[in-house]
């Protein structure tokens, strides 16, 4: 074979994620209670469902490179004109095309150590420095400590998840408006609101543009469409112009785009899973209590539980696979002796907690 570019060669060979399919098929099982992803446990729309299926006798099209309906549709419901949106396929790939988009190799990106990977990927796939600030001693992050970062770094591009993943915790809106107005002209911060359906605060989920600030919204979480791959990215007219020049003009597909819109239109779904989810944090909360763990209060679909050493929480993980459910454990310290659990449907949780406890014991 050709020998490939040598940058791409140098890179490391992990990947972001080992998926459930590939964990349980090393497990030996079928299929696993899949808790490690933080997937919807409760499903998409019933509308989106049904607008999949129409949608499929036109399947032999591309899906509109515009997105202009759902374009449309979404602006309408933020308060904001149609320029401000970009689709992709998910925010995973938006990441990609924001790093490709502001970093030249050798410019510096910041983010929280052990924070969400898939834009440490990116960045490093394309040959940006990636410098990183810890979160603070209680798992959250740290903002004061990643605008000095930035200053001092002066980086191009910083990495925000707000609500975080793997920590579950927000700073809320002011203190993310706050942050963003301290970082320096030259900053893009990338503004990771994967969560934001499922936070308290509800200023978070406004539309508010600030012209040095990409985020980033999906339909994967929240609206229980991750297999569907589409997610927007909300900034100035700008950030599309951007964007339009490098990405993947069909690469956002029929269904995804019909689902969205479809999955857009129905508000008592989407209460009703922030409703059962909010329940399940709830549960999980008890849960950490009964068993004597420090559980992190969550603004997601995810609950941390502090097993005290990463050995424990590697053991649990490890032990919760062989018993067919699939969790996660963060990275990175001070958040490498937690667990990390998805809000499963209630007879998912009443299965991991049984589990849980017994591999505990
Ligand atoms: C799950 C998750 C994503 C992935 O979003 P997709 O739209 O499915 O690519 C992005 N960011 C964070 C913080 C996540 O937890």
Not at 69 to 96: K, M, N, V, W, Y
Not at 179 to 189: I, R, S, V
Not at 224 to 235: D, H, S
Request: proline share 6%; charged share 20%; hydrophobic share 50%.
């Amino acid at each position: 074979m050709p020998a490939p570019a040598a940058a791409t060669l140098g890179l490391p060979a992990a990947r972001p994620f080992v998926g459930p399919e590939e964990l349980a098929r090393e497990a030996g099982f079928s299929s696993l209670v899949r808790l490690g992803a933080n997937e919807s446990a409760f499903g998409p729309a019933p509308g989106a469902r049904a607008a999949i299926v129409r949608e499929i006798d036109r399947i032999a099209w591309y899906g509109d490179p515009e997105a202009a309906e759902l374009r449309a549709a979404l602006g309408e419901r933020l308060g904001c004109a149609p320029e401000h949106l970009t689709f992709g396929s998910g925010i995973d790939d938006l990441l990609g095309l924001l790093v490709r988009g502001w970093l030249a190799p050798g410019d510096v990106a910041v983010m929280t150590r052990g924070s969400y990977p898939t834009f440490a990927y990116h960045a490093i796939g394309y040959g940006a420095r990636l410098e990183t600030v810890d979160y603070g001693g209680d798992g959250t992050v740290d903002l004061p400590a990643l605008a000095a970062a930035a200053r001092r770094h002066a980086a191009r591009v910083v990495y925000l998840a707000d609500p975080d993943n793997p920590s579950g915790t927000s700073a809320g809106h002011a203190a993310v408006a706050a942050f963003a107005a301290q970082l320096p002209p030259e900053t893009l911060l990338i503004l990771d609101e994967a969560y934001v359906e499922f936070a308290d605060d509800a200023a978070l989920r406004g539309a508010a543009l600030v012209s040095n600030v990409a985020r980033l919204r999906t339909f994967s979480k929240a609206y229980g469409l991750a297999g569907a791959r589409i997610a927007y990215a909300l900034g100035v007219p700008e950030l599309r112009a951007v964007l339009d020049r490098i990405r993947l003009h069909f690469g956002v597909g029929r269904l995804s785009q019909a689902a969205a819109l479809a999955a857009l239109a129905d508000d008592a779904h989407l209460a009703g899973v922030v409703a059962a989810t909010v329940a399940g944090r709830a549960d999980y909360a008890a849960l950490g209590e009964r068993l004597g763990l420090r559980t992190l209060a969550s603004q997601t679909n995810f609950t941390c539980f502090d097993l005290g050493s990463p050995a424990r929480a590697q053991a649990a993980v490890r032990d919760l696979l062989g018993r067919g459910i699939f969790i996660r454990k963060p990275g990175a310290p001070p958040l490498d002796g937690h667990v990390r659990v998805t809000v499963g449907t209630p007879a998912e949780r009443a299965a991991f907690a049984a589990a849980f406890e017994a591999v505990l014991a």
